[in-house]
């Protein structure tokens, strides 16, 4: 089972739509996760991090994490075509410092 | 956050020669790290550059293929050996940060070919 896993996409999702993003890890110890957002020919750049079960709110992004069930989602409500992108989730390997990440999910938005 | 200047941006290599990427920081920073961004495909950790002792390399990665240098806490080097085309990717270096600025920042990468 891989530590990070992303539904791999692509998704597609019309103009001021809600998009849901998800991903699940393996490591129950786990205790915060990172959403980034990556532009082709870009370097990825951080949306939101998360540590609390629970929602967690800033502009249009939303994460969601449930320990409980091992799953992280990122809502992006409102969807522009400036946010066709690919999301990459990524969570704590071993607990340590380093990050290994999804397998990332293309997102487009259609005007 | 952390600024981080990466540079080459990007390098068309020989087979078999070498490349050495450098990472600037802005500020001091304990760990950097080095990821791997195949085409069409996600980031993977090579190693994890600690000031003042070896590097910590990920399964699959070997220090004889990604010696890895770290002089001071704002400075890192991340050499491709022997390059093979299989070696074509996008590498980029990543700090962790601080307080208020928590979260990981990359470096802008270096896109390389190997022809």
């Known amino acids: 089972q891989k530590e990070v896993e992303q539904n791999s996409g692509p998704l597609s999702v019309p103009e001021g739509a809600i998009a849901s993003l998800n991903c699940t890890y393996s490591d129950r110890g786990s205790q915060s996760f990172f959403w980034y957002r990556q532009y082709s020919g870009k370097s990825p750049e951080l949306i939101m991090f998360i540590y609390s079960n629970g929602d967690k709110e800033d502009g249009r992004f939303t994460a969601q994490l449930n320990k409980a069930s091992q799953y992280v989602s990122l809502l992006i409500r409102d969807s522009q075509p400036s946010d066709s992108a690919t999301y990459l989730c990524?969570?704590?390997?071993?607990?340590?410092?380093?990050?290994?990440f999804g397998q990332g999910t293309r997102l487009t938005i259609n005007p | 956050s952390a600024v981080i200047s990466q540079k080459p941006s990007r390098d068309i290599c020989q087979r078999g020669t070498s490349l050495t990427i450098q990472c600037q920081v802005d500020?001091?920073?304990?760990?950097m790290f080095w990821y791997r961004q195949q085409p069409g495909q996600s980031l993977t950790l090579i190693a994890t550059a600690n000031q003042g002792s070896e590097a910590t390399y990920e399964s699959g990665f070997v220090i004889d293929k990604f010696p890895i240098s770290r002089p001071n806490l704002t400075f890192s080097t991340l050499t491709v050996s022997n390059m093979s085309p299989e070696d074509s990717s996008i590498y980029l270096c990543s700090v962790e940060g601080q307080g208020r600025d928590y979260g990981y920042t990359f470096g802008s990468g270096t896109r390389l070919t190997v022809v």
């Open positions: 500020s001091q920073v304990t760990m």
């Open positions: 990524a969570g704590p390997r071993g607990g340590a410092q380093k990050l290994v």
